[in-house]
C-alpha cells in the first residue's frame, strides 16, 4: 500500500491529532503571554557621568573625550551621540541593527566606561550605564491627596518596595521623587557677626557627621558591638549640638541657624497629575514572560489593597497598559472570527455547501494549530502575530481549496470518494508543495531581515507560514479525510457562472495574446506613473487618544522657571475641549509609557505634556491650537504637540543632522537648513539643537593676597558656596534614609547677583572682602555641546502638518539642499523616519535574494523549465500593479507594513500561477492541443483562483475595518493588488504560455 493511499485511509487518526491540536491552540489564546505590540532588543541605550560644578567645555575635554574615544573602539556599536551640559554628560549608544545577543555587547559597553573612568579628572561621579532605555512601562500610578511633598515622598518609598511582593514586578521606578535634605540657614544676626562664621559652623557639624566604625568586642561567648556615637540620630539632636564661638563660648546650633529636614531647595524633576503635585510610580515587568491581561487584574487588586494601608495619600491610575492590551487584542480577536466567517460564508456560495463547508473546516483547524505550534515555540500573542493570523487567513484556504475541487471532479466523473482523494492527492501533493514553497518563499525577507522595523513585525511572517505550512499539510491529510466523509456526486453537473466566465477568459488569452500582453505593459506603466502620486510614510500615527505636548526651554532655563511656565501651559490645556486630564512631568520626559517613545532623562530643560482626549479624532483641533495660540504666549519655549507614533522611535517625522568641527560653521549651516525648511510646504515646528549661550561669572582670585592670608582656592570657593546656593557639609543618616546636611543662604539658587561683591570670606577670625581677593569676567558658554559619533553635530527637526508625511517634505527640500555650498569640513545627514525607512527597506532588499533563490528552487522542481519559470515570475508585477490604485482610492500612504503587503501579494499570485500553469501542463502530457489545453485548464481554474482571491480580501476586510492605524495599508495593497492581478494572471499567463511553450500535441502527431 502507498503511503498516500495509508494516510488517506487512516482518516480517524489524521482529524483525531489535527482537532486536539487545534484545541490545544485555542487554549493557548486564553494562556500565553501576551502584550499589545513586540519589544524591541535593547540595541539603544546611554552612559550618565556627572561632574558638579564642571563648565561644558572642561567636561567635554576631560570627561567626553576618553569616553568617546573609548567607545568608539566597540565594532558593534553604529551610532554615538553625546550631550554634555553644565556638571554632566550623556551619550546615547545605538547598536547596528543586525545584533542581536545586545548582553554581550553592553558588558563590552561597560568595561569601555571602566577604561575610560581611569582617566576622569578627581570629583567625576561614577559613570551610570542604562541598557534598559526602551523598557515601556506596565502601569503608572500617582501618588497624590497630600499637599506635603515629604509624606508623598515617604509613600513613595514605601509603596516601590512593596511592589515587589507582588509575583511578575520586574523593577520599579519614581518619577518626580523629591530629595530630603537637612538644611541649615545662618540667622541673619550671625552673617556677619564676628563671633562667629559660616566656616565654622560647617567645620564644626562636618566632624560630627562622619561614620567610624569599631569592631565588636568578644564578652564570654558573645560579641559585643560598640558605637562611639560619631554621628547624628536624630534632628533634635543637630539642632542641639553646640557650637563653639570664637570667644570659646557654646552655643545649641538652632540659636544660631535655622535646622530644618525639607525637600530639596531645588528640585532636579517634577510631576504633576491633572494639576495636582504627586510622585509617579512607574511598574515595569519582563517582556514576552507575563500574561499582561492577567497580571494587570493582579495588579489593580494588589494596589487596592495597598491603598487602605496609606490612607494619607491616594493611588490614582495614570497609564494602564494592560487595558490598552486587551482592547487591542479583543478587536483584533473580533477581526480574526469576522474574517473566518467571511470566508466560510464565501467557500459556501461558490463551492457549493458540502464542498464549502469541507475548506470551512480547515480554517480553525489550521488557524488554531499554527497558534499552537507558536504558542510551542515560546510566541507570545500580540496585535502583530494576531494580524498575521488575519492575513493568512485567505492564504490557507487555497491549498484546501484546489484539492476540494480535484476530489469534487472526480468524484463527479464517477470515482468513489477514497479514490478521488488518493488521485487528487498524489496528482496535487508536488505542485501545492512547490505553491506552498513559492509562497513561504515571498515571506522570507520578512522573516530574515534586521533592523528594529523588521523586529517589530517579524510575527507576521512568521504566523504567516506556519499558517500555511499546516495548512499543506492539512490539505493532503484532513481535506482528504473530510471530503471522503462529506463529498457527495453532483448530478446536475452544471457549470457555475465561474466556469463559464473562465472559458471565455480562455478563449480570450488564445486568439487575442498579443493585445492582451500591450493591454499588460501599458498598464504596469500607468501603474508605476500613479505610484509616484502615492503619499510615502514609513509607519502611521497611532490611534490613542494620547495627545504628547513636549517642550523645550533654553539650555540655560532654570528647571524653577521650566516648571512654573510648563504646569500654567497643561493648565490651559486642561480648560480646553476634548481634554479629559493632564498629565505633566518636569525635568525630564517621564516614564515611557508606549513602545514608541523615547525616555529623556536629566533634562532640566525638558517638559512634557501628556493630554488624554475623549476621541483621538480631536487631536488635530488641539495640536492646530497648540500651535497657533498657545506656543505664541511662551515664544521662550519650544511647544511641540503631536500623536503618539508606530514602529521604531523618532525624535520627529523629519530630522536633519549638521557634523562640523568649527561651531561657527556649524551654526551657520544649520540656520541656514533651518531656514530652507521653514519655507517647505508641510513642515511645522521648525527647530534645531543649538540652543542659546549661558552667561558664566568667573572669579578669578588674587592668589597673592590669598597666600598672605593663608586662604586657598578651594575655602574660597566653599566660603562661596556655603553664602549663597549652599554646599554639602556633612550626612544625616538616623532612622531614615541616608541625606545631605546642606548649609546655604536663605535665598540659596536666588541670591542676588549684585550682592557677590558684599560677601566677606573668612579665615579663622580674619574677613576679606570678595571684590578685594578677586575680579570678576562674565563670559558666554555654550548651553550644551552635541557630538556624533565623536563630531559636534547639531540637529534640525520639524513635524509635519496634516495631509503632509516626511517623505512630501523631504521631498521638496532635498534639491535645494544639494544646490547650497557648504564649508568644507561641514556635511548633513538625513535621520528620523527616512532613515528608519531606509534601513528597513534596505535589510529587506538583503534578505531579498534569499527568497528569490528560494522562490527559484521551488519553481524548478516544480516545473524544471527557464520559460515556465519566467511566465510565473511575470505575475510580480502584475501583482504591484494594482496596489496605486487602491491606496490613491483610500488615501492611504505606502509605508513599511504596506510594502509587506506587496510581499504577502507577490506570494499569493505565484501560488495562483503555478496552480493554473500545472493545470495546462498536465493536460499537453495527455495530449490536448496547446489551445485546448489552455482553454480548458482556465475554465477549470479560475473558480478557484478567484475563491482564494475573494476569501483573501474576505479576510483582510476586518482590517481596514479596524480602529488601528497600522493595518489598513497592509490590507489596501493586498486587496488591491490581488484584484487587479487576478484579471490580468488569467489572461496573462496563458496568453504568455501561448507564445514561449511549443505544441506538443502537434509534433506528437506528426510522429505518429
Not at 497611532?542 to 501651559?569: C, F, G, S, W
Request: proline share 5%.
Amino acid at each position: 500500500m502507498s503511503i498516500v493511499r495509508l494516510l488517506v485511509h487512516q482518516k480517524r487518526l489524521i482529524l483525531t491529532t489535527s482537532i486536539l491540536l487545534a484545541l490545544f491552540g485555542i487554549l493557548s489564546w486564553s494562556n500565553m503571554n501576551r502584550q499589545e505590540d513586540p519589544f524591541f532588543p535593547y540595541r539603544h541605550g546611554f552612559v550618565l557621568v556627572q561632574y558638579p560644578g564642571a563648565d561644558v567645555h572642561k567636561i567635554e575635554q576631560q570627561v567626553l573625550k576618553p569616553l568617546e574615544e573609548e567607545l568608539a573602539q566597540i565594532e558593534e556599536l553604529e551610532e554615538i551621540r553625546s550631550t554634555v551640559r553644565d556638571g554632566f554628560t550623556q551619550v546615547l549608544v545605538q547598536m547596528l541593527e543586525h545584533i542581536d545577543d545586545t548582553d554581550l555587547v553592553w558588558d563590552k559597553v561597560r568595561r569601555a566606561v571602566s577604561r575610560a573612568e581611569r582617566e576622569f579628572p578627581e570629583g567625576v561621579l561614577e559613570a551610570t550605564v542604562e541598557d534598559r532605555l526602551l523598557d515601556t512601562a506596565l502601569a503608572v500610578y500617582a501618588i497624590a491627596g497630600n499637599p506635603d511633598v515629604m509624606q508623598l515622598r515617604q509613600a513613595a518609598k514605601d509603596i516601590k518596595n512593596r511592589m515587589f511582593g507582588l509575583q511578575g514586578v520586574g523593577k520599579v521606578r519614581l518619577y518626580g521623587m523629591p530629595e530630603e535634605q537637612v538644611t541649615i540657614t545662618l540667622k541673619e544676626a550671625f552673617v556677619t557677626s564676628q563671633t562667629i562664621n559660616h566656616e565654622a559652623i560647617a567645620e564644626q557639624i562636618a566632624a560630627k557627621t562622619t561614620a567610624r566604625p569599631i569592631k565588636p568586642l568578644h564578652v564570654g561567648r558573645q560579641r559585643v558591638s560598640l558605637d562611639a556615637h560619631t554621628e547624628f540620630k536624630s534632628l533634635a539632636e543637630i539642632k542641639a549640638t553646640p557650637i563653639q564661638l570664637f570667644n570659646g563660648e557654646q552655643l545649641p546650633l538652632s540659636t544660631l541657624a535655622d535646622v530644618r529636614i525639607e525637600s530639596e531647595t531645588v528640585g532636579q524633576s517634577g510631576f504633576w497629575h491633572q494639576g495636582e503635585r504627586a510622585v509617579a510610580v512607574a511598574i515595569y515587568v519582563p517582556n514576552n514572560r507575563l500574561n499582561v491581561v492577567k497580571f494587570g487584574q493582579q495588579l489593580r487588586e494588589y494596589i487596592t489593597d495597598l491603598s487602605i494601608e496609606y490612607p494619607y495619600v491616594s493611588l490614582k491610575e495614570v497609564f494602564f497598559q494592560p487595558d490598552r492590551v486587551t482592547d487591542r487584542l479583543q478587536e483584533l480577536g473580533y477581526s480574526l472570527l469576522t474574517g473566518m466567517a467571511f470566508v466560510t460564508l464565501i467557500l459556501a456560495l461558490f463551492l457549493g455547501l458540502r464542498p464549502g463547508l469541507v475548506v470551512a473546516t480547515i480554517i480553525p483547524l489550521v488557524t488554531f494549530s499554527a497558534l499552537a505550534i507558536f504558542n510551542l515555540g515560546g510566541g507570545v500573542l500580540h496585535q502583530i502575530a494576531i494580524a498575521g493570523m488575519v492575513i493568512g487567513l485567505g492564504m490557507l484556504v487555497d491549498n484546501a481549496i484546489v484539492m476540494v475541487e480535484n476530489i469534487q471532479y472526480y468524484i463527479d466523473q464517477g470515482r468513489r470518494g477514497g479514490e478521488a482523494s488518493v488521485l487528487s492527492v498524489k496528482q496535487l501533493a508536488m505542485s501545492l508543495f512547490s505553491a506552498t514553497g513559492t509562497t513561504i518563499a515571498a515571506f522570507m525577507p520578512m522573516l530574515l531581515s534586521q533592523g528594529n522595523a523588521s523586529d517589530f513585525t517579524r510575527a507576521i511572517p512568521t504566523m504567516i507560514i506556519l499558517s500555511i505550512s499546516v495548512s499543506y499539510i492539512y490539505a493532503i491529510t484532513v481535506t482528504p479525510s473530510f471530503s471522503h466523509l462529506f463529498l457527495k456526486p453532483n448530478k446536475q453537473r452544471q457549470q457555475s457562472a465561474l466556469q463559464k466566465l473562465g472559458q471565455k477568459l480562455g478563449q480570450t488569452a488564445v486568439t487575442r495574446g498579443a493585445y492582451i500582453l500591450l493591454a499588460a505593459i501599458l498598464f504596469i506603466i500607468l501603474s508605476g506613473y500613479l505610484f509616484t502620486h502615492v503619499q510615502k510614510d514609513f509607519f502611521p500615527d497611532t490611534d490613542r487618544n494620547q495627545l504628547i505636548i513636549d517642550v523645550k526651554y533654553p539650555e540655560n532655563y532654570h528647571i524653577q522657571e521650566n516648571t512654573l511656565l510648563t504646569r500654567a501651559m497643561a493648565q490651559q490645556i486642561a480648560d480646553r475641549n476634548h481634554v479629559q486630564k493632564t498629565i505633566t512631568f518636569v525635568g525630564n520626559s517621564g516614564p515611557v509609557f508606549y513602545y514608541n517613545l523615547v525616555e529623556k532623562p536629566h533634562s532640566p530643560h525638558v517638559a512634557r505634556i501628556v493630554a488624554v482626549l475623549d476621541d483621538v479624532n480631536n487631536s488635530h483641533e488641539l495640536i492646530d491650537w497648540i500651535g497657533k495660540q498657545l506656543s505664541p504666549q511662551y515664544p521662550q519655549a519650544e511647544v511641540v504637540a503631536h500623536r503618539l507614533g508606530q514602529g521604531p522611535p523618532a525624535e520627529a517625522p523629519v530630522e536633519l543632522k549638521v557634523i562640523a568641527h568649527d561651531r561657527v560653521q556649524l551654526r551657520d549651516t544649520v540656520q541656514q537648513i533651518q531656514t530652507e525648511l521653514q519655507q517647505t510646504q508641510g513642515a511645522r515646528m521648525v527647530r534645531n539643537t543649538l540652543g542659546l549661550g549661558m552667561a558664566k561669572l568667573t572669579l578669578s582670585p588674587d592668589d597673592y593676597l590669598l597666600n598672605r592670608n593663608n586662604i586657598s582656592r578651594q575655602q574660597l570657593a566653599s566660603g562661596l558656596a556655603l553664602r549663597t546656593s549652599g554646599q554639602i557639609i556633612g550626612q544625616y543618616r538616623g532612622d531614615r534614609d541616608p541625606m545631605n546636611i546642606v548649609m546655604q543662604s536663605a535665598d540659596h539658587v536666588n541670591f542676588p547677583i549684585e550682592q557677590l561683591s558684599n560677601i566677606a570670606i573668612y579665615h579663622g577670625q580674619e574677613k576679606l572682602s570678595l571684590s578685594t581677593i578677586s575680579q570678576n569676567s562674565i563670559s558666554y558658554l555654550p548651553a550644551a555641546i552635541h557630538h556624533l559619533n565623536l563630531q559636534r553635530t547639531a540637529s534640525i527637526y520639524a513635524e509635519t502638518k496634516e495631509g503632509y508625511t516626511y517623505n512630501d517634505v523631504l521631498t521638496q527640500l532635498q534639491p535645494r539642499l544639494e544646490q547650497m555650498n557648504f564649508p568644507r569640513g561641514v556635511s548633513y545627514q538625513i535621520a528620523g523616519a527616512a532613515k528608519e525607512s531606509s534601513e528597513a527597506n534596505q535589510s529587506l532588499g538583503n534578505a531579498l535574494p534569499i527568497g528569490v533563490i528560494l522562490l527559484l528552487v521551488f519553481l524548478l522542481i516544480e516545473f524544471n523549465s527557464f520559460k515556465k519559470v519566467l511566465i510565473i515570475l511575470i505575475t510580480v508585477p502584475l501583482a504591484f500593479s494594482g496596489v496605486p490604485f487602491g491606496l490613491l482610492l483610500t488615501g492611504t500612504p505606502f509605508g513599511f507594513t504596506a510594502t509587506l503587503g506587496v510581499l504577502a501579494l507577490v506570494g499569493i499570485v505565484v501560488n495562483n500561477a503555478i496552480v493554473l500553469l500545472d493545470l495546462i501542463q498536465r493536460h499537453q502530457n495527455e495530449g490536448m492541443p496547446l489551445a485546448t489545453a489552455i482553454e480548458q485548464a482556465v475554465a477549470r481554474r479560475t473558480r478557484p483562483i478567484i475563491l482564494t482571491t475573494l476569501t483573501t480580501i474576505a479576510g483582510l476586510l476586518p482590517l481596514v475595518m479596524t480602529k488601528s492605524t497600522l493595518w489598513p495599508p497592509l490590507a489596501w495593497s493586498i486587496i488591491s493588488g490581488l484584484t487587479v492581478s487576478t484579471a490580468l494572471s488569467l489572461l496573462v499567463i496563458p496568453a504568455m504560455y501561448q507564445f514561449l511553450i511549443k505544441d506538443d500535441s502537434t509534433a506528437q502527431h506528426e510522429t505518429h
